[in-house]
């Protein structure tokens, strides 16, 4: 039941369920189960009872209450600083089968223990409204506060559906091994747009089209990322 919730939580991801759409229908699903179990168990009736009616009554309650259980989980421990999600300790070995698909429903692909990544993704900017290829954005990385990591970082771009889109110079990522040029004071911009900024093309990542969806990984993470006290910086759209 768990795997089903599992692949059916990846799939609305995948498929471009919007978080207000995926939060209506869990809680829907919840409030559906809890007025099914208070008639199931709780009001008289006047039909006798049955293994077979119990046994689908049963079935039906565990579904609705693992996805309830799971959207509901998923809340709690996902971390949201700068419009940015990530959930810390999402791969830990031994973690229960209902935390392992809250977080296949926040990320929707592979899940590594924190020390050896750790993974942020966002669909709106830093003010919350959805990213969209037609507006202009940036992220700015005060000097030294690149992703601290033993290994490598990278910002990717997927559009709703989390699929690649093609743009002209075949990029759809750019990180610490992409060849980003600094400011003179350090500190690195990223431009999130369609078309190039001027005299920054090497720091341009090419956004698709209507909405898209950002990720962040940071693969052998540093202590300042693993306390939780790394706050990734916000996407901010260009007035």
């Known amino acids: 039941m768990i795997l089903a919730l599992t692949r059916s939580a990846k799939s609305a991801s995948l498929n471009g369920m919007t978080t207000r759409a995926y939060a209506i229908l869990a809680v829907f699903d919840g409030v559906v189960c809890f007025f099914f179990i208070v008639y199931a168990f709780f009001v008289p009736h006047s039909h006798p009872r049955t293994v077979g009616s119990d046994l689908l009554q049963g079935v039906l309650a565990g579904v609705g209450l693992g996805f309830f259980t799971v959207y509901v989980l998923g809340k709690v421990k996902a971390t949201k600083v700068n419009g940015w999600v990530t959930i810390f300790g999402s791969g830990v070995p031994g973690n229960g089968i209902f935390l392992r698909a809250a977080c296949a429903q926040v990320f929707p692909g592979p899940v590594n223990v924190p020390e050896e990544a750790m993974y942020w993704t966002t669909s709106v900017d830093g003010t919350g409204h959805a990213l969209l290829g037609e507006r202009d954005y940036t992220m700015h990385f005060p ?41 003179a004071d350090g500190s690195v911009d990223i431009y999130i747009r ?31 990322i693993l306390n939780g006290e790394y706050a990734v910086p916000p996407v901010v759209e260009v007035k």
């Open 143 to 183: 000097a030294g506060k690149l992703p601290p990591n033993d290994a490598f970082w990278s910002l990717t771009m997927g559009n709703a559906k989390n699929r690649f889109v093609a743009n002209r110079i075949n990029r759809y990522s750019v990180s610490d091994r992409s060849g980003l040029v600094p400011n």
């Open 194 to 224: 369609k078309t190039s900024p001027a005299d920054h093309e090497s720091n341009w990542l090419p956004a698709p089209p209507g909405r898209f969806i950002l990720w962040l990984r940071v693969y052998i993470p540093g202590p300042a």
